[in-house]
C-alpha cells in the first residue's frame, strides 16, 4: 500500500474528508482529523481489509500518524 492508498481509504470512509488536504505528517487524533469513534472505526476497517492487526499496532505504536500507520501496514 502507498500514501495515496491510504489517503483515499481514508477520504472514502468519512466523506467529511474529501475536501480536506490530509498528509503522512498529520496525526488523526492530535490534529482532530478524526474523533475517536471515527479512528476506531477506520482502524477496524483497517484490520477487517487484513491490512494490520490493531492490536499489535497499539502496542509498538503510541499515535496514530499516517506515516506509522503506513509504515506497519507495509511491513506486515
Not at 475536501?19 to 484490520?47: A, P, Y
Amino acid at each position: 500500500m502507498n500514501e495515496i492508498d491510504l489517503i483515499n481509504i481514508l477520504k472514502k470512509k468519512f466523506k467529511h474528508l474529501k475536501k480536506k488536504k490530509i498528509s503522512l505528517k498529520d496525526d488523526l487524533v492530535k490534529q482532530m482529523i478524526l474523533d475517536s469513534l471515527e479512528l476506531m472505526e477506520f482502524m477496524s476497517f483497517l484490520e477487517k481489509k487484513k491490512y494490520l492487526k490493531l492490536r499489535e499496532y497499539t502496542n509498538k505504536e503510541k499515535n496514530f500518524e499516517l506515516s506509522n500507520i503506513l509504515k506497519f501496514i507495509n511491513k506486515a
